[in-house]
């Protein structure tokens, strides 16, 4: 009886302790605010190379975790890092530094949390097109002007979701962003 009672703990254990694998497609013109998620401690980050250039994955020396990916190339290629303490880490691709990011950890947060917290649009304002990414699937989007009147909607596409805006009139606008049974708004301004 001991011996089941004590894997059932074990099992429980490694449940609820299970890390989360954030996945960064890694390539040229990349948005910075993509390539910088909140995590927690344990997770991991995952950088896959979304071109065939030649690039690296360097963290800062005054980061709170160091890792060098060395200079990898061709399209897929992948490298990962799990995050063991809490703080700040900048990196960047040394072959081009306008390709960089940064990773923040944290103790613990909710589900919830981590949806808004790398929940990432751009640009802002918006002319034509707005791109919003998330480490969630994005089930859909609903777009109100400032008398909350809806005035557009449609379907996510996976993490990665192009808002076609236009058409709508110059002015401010609050798209909210659903996902499974998580929601936020977010507040875009139109040119």
Known sequence: ?????????????????AQNVFEIAWGQGINESVASPTIEVGDTV??????????????FANGSEYF???????????FTFTFSKTGVTE???????????????VGKLSTEDKF???LNFYPNPVKNDLTISSIFKIDSYQIYNV??????????VGN????????????????????????????????
């Open 1 to 17: 009886m001991k011996k089941i009672t004590l894997f059932f703990c074990f099992l429980t254990m490694n449940i609820l302790s």
């Open 147 to 156: 008398l909350g009147t809806l005035v557009s909607q449609g379907k996510g």
């Open 160 to 191: 990665l979701t192009q808002v076609d805006m236009s058409r709508l009139n110059s002015g401010l606008y609050f798209v909210k962003v659903v996902s499974g049974s998580m929601q936020t708004t977010l507040k875009i301004a139109k040119k």
């Open 91 to 105: 990196y960047q691709n040394d072959s081009d530094p306008s390709m960089h990011g940064k990773v923040t950890v």
């Open 116 to 118: 808004v917290k790398n």
């Open 46 to 59: 995952l950088w896959t190379w979304s071109d065939s250039s030649q690039k690296s994955v360097t963290s």
């Open 68 to 78: 060098d990916s060395g200079m990898l190339k061709g399209a897929n290629s992948e």
